[in-house]
Structures are given as structure tokens and as C-alpha cells.
């Protein structure tokens, strides 16, 4: 038995170790697109804790890992689950990181669905975007629907401005 034990938690060990391995030449030499995106995304996903850590981030893999957060909740449950979850307590800086990469379409319209809080503003607590949620979604759920569906329309190519931002600064996705 303690030798069932041992050898499952070698291989518990060695397979943990194999995805936190991050080989950048080998993840941009992958055929499919949008592949390359989601290796980078689940490193960065690793590295920051799920983002309950993203200061272990340099600011080129923050701006990676807050426009992927975007798409997964904008694709998972529109802009209503962007701000109820914990990726909506970066819903300003992501704008910035939008217009970083050329996606100034997506911007717009992220830009627009955070002009539903106050002043513009999405609040940085969770607790304090809850409430005002619960204030402003039965107004703002129309608008954030159809800004859902301008986002579905991937104006931007979110994948390519990823990568050949990925590209641009490569040594910052090294580390």
C-alpha cells in the first residue's frame, strides 16, 4: 500500500511539475491559433493564482490575462457575469488593456457597458460592485445584451492582437 502511495504521488508530482514547465517558442509554434491564447492564458492562470495573485504579473501578462478574462466571462455569461465575478474588479484597467493591444473596437464597448455604473466606474471591491449591480442590472441588462452580442461579432480578432502582442514583447512572457 505504501508503495501505491509513493508511486501516485510521484506521478501526481511529475505531471504537476510538467504543467507549470512554460516553453514559449514551443506554445508560439502551434498550429492553431487560439491555441497559443489559451496555453498562455492557463500559465498566467497558474502563475497569478487565478488572478487572486495577478501582482506576481509583469504588466505585459496582465494585459494578456485581464483581455482573456473578458472573453471567457463575456463568452461564459455576458457582461452581467464579467461584473459579478472577481474579473469585474478589473473591468476599467481592462479598457486600457484593450486599446494596449489595437482591440479599440472591444474597448468601445467595454467602455460602454462600465458607463452603466456611476460616473463610469466599475467598483474595485466585489462586495461594492454587488451592490451597485443590484441597482443598476434591471436598467442595464438590455444595454449590456446587445453590447454582448456587438462583442460575439469579434470586430477585433482578439487572437491575432494577442499574439502579435505576445510577440512585440516577448522577453516580458519569458520570465
Known amino acids: 500500500m505504501k ?28 498550429e492553431q491559433r487560439d491555441m497559443i491564447v489559451m496555453e498562455i492564458d492557463s500559465y498566467l ?17 496582465k494585459t494578456f490575462l485581464l483581455i482573456e ?15 459579478f465575478n472577481s474579473s469585474g ?7 486600457d488593456a484593450l486599446i494596449k ?8 464597448i467595454v467602455k460602454k457597458a462600465n458607463s452603466e455604473f456611476n460616473n463610469g466606474t466599475v ?17 442595464a441588462e438590455k444595454k449590456w445584451d446587445n453590447l454582448d452580442t456587438q462583442f460575439y461579432k469579434y470586430e477585433d ?7 502579435a502582442f505576445v510577440l512585440k514583447n516577448k522577453s516580458d512572457f519569458d520570465e
Request: glycine share 4%; aromatic share 8%.
Open 157 to 163: 480578432n482578439l487572437t491575432e492582437l494577442l499574439i
Open 45 to 61: 492562470n497558474i502563475k497569478s493564482n487565478y488572478g487572486e495573485k495577478i501582482d506576481k504579473l509583469n504588466d505585459s501578462q
Open 101 to 108: 493591444i489595437g482591440a479599440n473596437k472591444t474597448a468601445e
Open 3 to 30: 508503495k501505491l502511495l509513493i508511486y501516485i504521488a510521484s506521478i501526481f508530482s511529475a505531471n504537476a511539475s510538467a504543467q507549470t514547465e512554460f516553453d514559449l517558442d514551443k506554445i508560439l509554434k502551434i
Open 69 to 83: 478574462n473578458l472573453e471567457r466571462e463575456i463568452n461564459n455569461g455576458g457582461f452581467n457575469q464579467f461584473y
Open 89 to 95: 474588479d478589473f473591468a476599467n484597467e481592462t479598457v
Open 123 to 139: 467598483p474595485k471591491d466585489r462586495r461594492k460592485r454587488h451592490i451597485e449591480l443590484e441597482k443598476i442590472e434591471e436598467k
